[in-house]
């Protein structure tokens, strides 16, 4: 099945709310080599005047990727994830990602374009917080190899 | 004030190599929930046609950006980081794989700036246009 060309501009429900832990950042922050104190130390982060552990900037992934599983499971997407590659990557940013952040992703599918028996896809998750303030766009995409 | 308000275009701000292993891929998988196979497993890395185990995309995107951050002093200063993957990094059992980061000035405008990261791993690029968009006000 080639990739859904009616995907675009679908709009996605919001994912569940997720809750950004202290552990948890540090845990991504070890794995990405993110040493700065902000990542680690809540006083470090206070200083700065953040109410706890900054997450790393590419920690927006974690939320974002919920809202891809949504774009993957759709029954007529037509996107196989074994023919799929990361391609961009890009974050706009109007606050960090803190510890206690209560975070919920909106996915809309923004670009689609045919490429030979393959596609490639945008899409844009806005990420905001419990107030439903808006604390990053993660924008990714994705090319779809056509089938064999 | 700060050494942020006083940067030129071609300044080198930051720049590390980071190390990875096999541990380095695993350690990113868990943290990121990203478990795609392709990131440990040879068997099938080499039976979708890979030349071997590769790093995430996300990994090398994250790092990268993090060589900045200590300079920054504030993640917070970030506006807008984006990438394109143009090239894997493969990263062998025995040996590992170093990337290398490079963090220049590209732009300077009214209180923000663009950081230009190259990023390269064997000593070939592997993200394209890897742009930071940073408050420096």
């Known amino acids: 099945m080639p990739v859904n060309p009616e995907l ?7 994912t569940a709310p997720y809750l950004v832990g202290r552990e948890k950042v540090r845990e991504f922050a070890r794995a990405v080599f993110a040493e700065d104190a902000q990542h680690h130390d ?14 790393p900037p590419t920690f927006a992934m974690v939320i974002q990727d919920m809202t891809l599983q949504q774009l993957l499971a759709e029954p007529d997407s037509g996107i196989a994830l ?3 590659i990361h391609a961009q990557q890009s974050f706009r940013y109007t606050r960090p990602i803190v510890a206690g952040d209560e975070l919920t992703g909106q996915l809309t599918v923004t670009g689609l374009r045919a490429m030979g028996q393959g596609a490639m896809v945008t899409s844009e998750a806005e990420i905001t917080d419990a107030d439903g303030a808006h604390v990053v766009t993660a924008t990714s995409v994705l ?4 089938e064999e | 004030m700060s050494a942020l308000d006083a940067i030129q275009v071609g300044d080198v701000v930051a720049e590390r190599t980071v190390h990875l292993t096999r541990e380095s891929l695993v350690r990113y998988a868990g943290a990121s929930g990203d478990f795609n196979p392709i990131h ?11 030349p071997g185990v590769l790093a995430h995309g996300m990994l090398t995107m994250g790092l990268a950006v993090e060589t900045i951050v200590p300079w920054l002093g504030d993640a917070g200063r970030i506006v807008e980081y984006g990438v394109r993957f143009t090239r894997p990094v493969v990263v062998d059992p025995e040996d590992g794989a170093d990337v290398a980061v490079t963090a220049k000035v590209g732009e300077v405008a009214e209180g923000t700036a663009r950081i230009d990261l190259t990023v390269t791993h064997a000593g070939t690029s592997v993200l394209g246009k890897a742009q930071v968009r940073v408050r420096t006000a």
Not at chain 2, 40 to 50: I, K, N, T
């Open chain 1, 8 to 14: 675009l501009g679908r709009a996605f429900p919001p």
């Open chain 1, 42 to 55: 809540p006083e470090a982060a206070r200083a700065l005047g953040y109410g706890d552990v900054v997450a």
């Open chain 1, 82 to 84: 074994e023919r799929t």
């Open chain 1, 143 to 146: 090319l779809i190899g056509g």
């Open chain 2, 40 to 50: 440990y497993r040879d068997d099938v890395a080499e039976r979708v046609g890979l």
